[in-house]
């Protein structure tokens, strides 16, 4: 069984600029979940979709920040503009129903915003 | 609001030896999840131990165990026979309905 992929891996863009991530979670998986992960934390959840409607997204600057998943499989994240605190790891990660009980992760993109 | 703390930054154990890393949790709630994941230098998240809050006993998966306390809101991990490839940051997650949190993490170093 496939994982859970994203790219790009890493990104290095300078702040104002913009940026966007991409996530095919596994097969047939309803829920979608981004969550950034700045370095020495645990991972926080940015926004939560089922299939493709947006289920949590409170923690979601969205001002700067924006994500939709298409037909409910592919998902993608962007940052525009970007500030040197979005400097973090995008996590992708996708599980069965929504609730969750077990979450497969990606690999993280990681960010680095000069 | 709900919050997970580990209060242990960072960690030592010798290979072959067991470890056990503390989560405490707080939440009013009676029916949730609670969850330890690894995460290794390749930053891939994976689920170490799943336990749900109304099952009295506690969860274990081959060499890794967990110490449920829900009176006490504690959620702590051994790993025994401790490994190289055991080396990761851990992180304790809280989850109800569509809330999940981790707390900060744990940095495992195993020595051999």
């Known amino acids: 069984e496939a994982g859970v992929a994203q790219s790009p891996r890493y990104k290095i863009i300078e702040k104002r600029q913009s940026v966007a991530f991409w996530c095919n979670p596994i097969s047939g998986h309803a829920t979608l979940y981004w969550y950034q992960q700045i370095l020495g934390q645990g991972p926080k959840l940015l926004i939560q979709?089922?299939?493709?409607?947006?289920?949590?997204d409170s923690q979601l600057p969205k001002d700067r920040f924006s994500a939709e998943r298409l037909k409910g499989v592919d998902s993608t994240l962007k940052i525009q503009p970007a500030k040197l605190e979005d400097s973090a790891v995008y996590l992708c990660a996708s599980s069965w129903g929504d609730r969750g009980l077990e979450q497969y992760f990606g690999p993280g993109t990681r960010l680095t915003v000069t | 609001a709900q919050t997970v703390t580990q209060s242990q930054p960072e960690m030592s154990v010798q290979e072959a030896e067991t470890v056990t890393l503390s989560c405490t949790y707080d939440?009013?709630?009676?029916?949730?999840?609670l969850f330890w994941y690894k995460q290794p230098p390749s930053r891939q998240m994976i689920l170490v131990i799943r336990?749900?809050?109304?099952?009295?006993q506690n969860a274990t998966e081959n060499r890794f165990s967990v110490n449920f306390q829900k009176a006490a809101k504690s959620f702590s991990l051994k790993i025994s026979d401790s490994q190289l490839g055991d080396a990761a940051m851990y992180f304790c997650a809280y989850r109800r309905d569509d809330k999940i949190i981790f707390g900060k993490g744990t940095r495992l170093h195993i020595l051999p």
């Open positions: 336990q749900e809050a109304y099952k009295q």
């Open positions: 939440t009013s709630e009676s029916d949730y999840y």
């Open positions: 979709f089922q299939n493709n409607g947006v289920v949590d």
